[in-house]
């Protein structure tokens, strides 16, 4: 089964990449946006699978909008990333309602599959 996401960062380029990155790796991608309250929109609006969240974004902290999709019904799953590659992002992608983190540069087919299993 192809799982469907929403691409969640602020930069258009990378937002972009990841898109094609998925499509080519059997992910349906069925949207993007670019800040927190886009995102909060857009799950509403799609009910993906998958949602694919920058830990920075403009309007709010990526964490904060992980637990907002976490109190939802159709919940999906949230993976944080971030160009950073912190390890407190890891500690507190446990503690909270995500299925981990992975920094962009290491974001990949295998790295998302483990989260996701």
Do not use: N, Q, W
């Not at 694919?52 to 990333?81: K, N």
């Not at 992002?89 to 995500?98: D, H, K």
């Amino acid at each position: 089964m192809r799982r469907s996401v929403l691409v969640v960062d602020d930069h258009p380029g990378f937002r972009s990449f990841l898109s094609v990155y998925l499509t080519a790796c059997g992910y349906s991608v069925v949207g993007e946006a670019a800040d927190g309250a886009a995102a909060l929109r857009e799950a509403a609006r799609l009910s993906p699978d998958v949602v694919l969240l920058d830990v920075h974004l403009p309007d709010h902290d990526g964490f904060e909008i992980a637990r907002r999709l976490a109190d939802r019904p159709s919940r999906p799953a949230v993976i944080m990333i971030s160009s950073r590659d912190d390890p407190d992002y890891a500690v507190r992608a446990i503690a909270s309602a995500t299925c981990g983190f992975v920094a962009k540069s290491r974001l990949s087919r295998e790295s998302l599959e483990r989260m996701l299993e």
